[in-house]
């Protein structure tokens, strides 16, 4: 059994789940790219590859998370590519997916599901879409995240599993193709599986409005926005948008941009008109 989860912090209650369970037993896989951001167009070939990472590059230029676009330590291709070679190998062998209902689950879902067409009976899906479960105090929540689930709760959520179906193998990589000649640079969750574009400023606007005429701390208006958005991301991907935004003259900046913490912003200034 190969568990595949699709965010870290994923693998650390998983695991803890197989210490309480010894049926999840097996080696657990993390897909690490956000699927649910970035160009999508023809990803599965070495062209779209090639624009995938380069808009990477682009996106974290100067951070921290810079080096992972060269370093080959996110390389969801090899990844893939060592899963198929496991399956050919085991007849035995099985993949289970674990998804929460996420843009960021669902987006590396579709993503990873049309590249195992051949193996159709041998891949469970594990969708916790608007399920109930019991957070660590008792109360029931519905998670959006993996993460958010205690592990105990996890030996109720492998009931859950169940065979992709043929009919999906089908229409589920029809959608991504659909979503994929779309290309936006944005996709949200409007509920079940369904994906929508959305253009890769889609977040702009409400990053504008926590921006003010005095001047903050990039990181400040990032944290406010993933408090309070209804719609959000990554914080690597909003800070290229507020980036993009200074480049594109639309707010003032100070500071050195390389660090999120070490560059501050405001509303444009208006030039005054010496009279």
Partial sequence: MIHIVFNEPDVKVLNAAQALDETLAGEIVLIKDDYAVGPIQDIYSEEGKTTRKNWWRKVLEGSDLAASTEDGSVDDNATVASLKEKLEANDEEEIWIWAAQNKHDVSGYFWLMTQLKDFAGRIQILYLNNLPFFHEKG?????????????????????????????????????????????????????????????????????????????????????????????????????????????????????????????????????????
Avoid: C
């Fill in 139 to 275: 109360n029931i929540f519905y998670p959006q995240w993996l993460s958010e689930i205690p592990a105990k709760e996890f030996l109720k959520a492998k009931k859950l599993a169940r065979e992709v179906t043929l009919s999906e193998f089908e229409t589920d990589p029809d959608e991504w193709e659909k979503l994929s000649q779309e290309n936006g640079g944005v996709r949200l969750l409007e509920g079940g599986k369904k994906l929508v574009s959305k253009n890769e400023d889609f977040y702009d606007g409400e990053l504008k409005k926590l921006i003010s005429g005095d001047w903050q701390k990039a990181s400040k208006i990032i944290n406010q926005h993933l408090t309070k958005a209804t719609h959000t991301t990554g914080d690597a991907y909003l800070l290229w948008r507020l980036k993009e935004m200074v480049s594109s003259d639309e707010l003032d900046m100070q500071g050195n941009m390389a660090n999120m913490k070490d560059f501050e912003l405001k509303q444009k200034s208006t030039p005054t008109t010496e009279a």
